[in-house]
């Protein structure tokens, strides 16, 4: 057990705020997230160290397309989420787990394994990482000594304190959303009845200067529509900017979710949509040997890096990331990481 961060007390109550749910907590209860407790007026973090998973991936498994392209990620998580997604790949980890469990690891065992394992990172992961905020805040002070990258993937629900708190070590994080942002849809598969604080989050990410990804899982039964595609895009391009890597990633049943996946016409579809909205990088995933999984010039169309799956098969970029034709600049972010 370890004293968390983001709290504040009121009585015998504690209330969290790492998380936009912003539980209030009575003496002895945990809040939504069940990792989080409130013992005696102070609240502690559960699961610190206590690790569920530890994996060797590439980067654009994430999916990071334009951070450290070619880049091994040492990836890590503990139990627990902020959501309860319906459709989740992880549910025993987010979910379904009954008592926090997990071996015990130091931020000092994670670099060393990572760099022993040849990663150039750490990536906190699998469910969402606000949940181990506290670990994942002390392996990323000690990865970016030892010269290694820190990345995220998470829901967007972080608070923009934690974000700010984080921005010091974190370089990159992915972003997702769930049936474009369709709040009934986040009701009704995520318990999640406000998405305004992934907006925010979002914004915060960026005034702190972490590079960016978002992710779209299309969910079409859900009362999504792509008229709210057309609508996120809009948001992104507005707020972000077009060269925000958007991956349009393809619905599969999954956990208590089984429903049809959506058909390849609907995902290129949507994909039409980012790129007249004004997105230039944007991806199909979850649909391995599409040609919209690799990058391309938004000047001139040259292939620029050829990808199948998570693997990349080829980098064809000038040293200084433009595109061998045109010249037309490419986003690329963690460049001393990239492996070719
Ligand atoms: S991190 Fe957990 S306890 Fe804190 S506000 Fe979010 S769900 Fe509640
Ligand atoms: S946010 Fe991610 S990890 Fe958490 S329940 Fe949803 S899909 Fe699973």
Redesign the pocket.
Known sequence: MHVAKFWKRSGKVVQCYLCSRKCQITEGKTGFCRVRQNIGGKLFSLNYGRLTAINIDPIQKKPFFHFAPGSNTFSISTVG?N???K?????EL??LWKEVEGEEWTPAQVVKSAKEAGCSGLCYT???PTMFFEFAADCAALANKAGLYNCWVT?GYTSPEAIKAISRHLDAAVV?FKASGNPKAYAQL?SVTDVQPIYDALLAYKKNKIFIEVTNLLIPQYGESLADMRKLCRWIVDNLGPDTPLHIIRFFPSYKLQLPSPDLKLLESAYEIAYNEGLRFVYLGNIAGHKYESTYCPGCGRLLIERYGIMVKKIDLSKDFRCPACKTKIPIAGTRWIKQ
Do not use: G, T
């Not at 459709?87 to 549910?91: H, K, S």
């Open positions: 989420c959501f309860m997604c459709f989740c790949c992880n549910a987010s979910q699998y469910v969402e829901n997702d995520s």
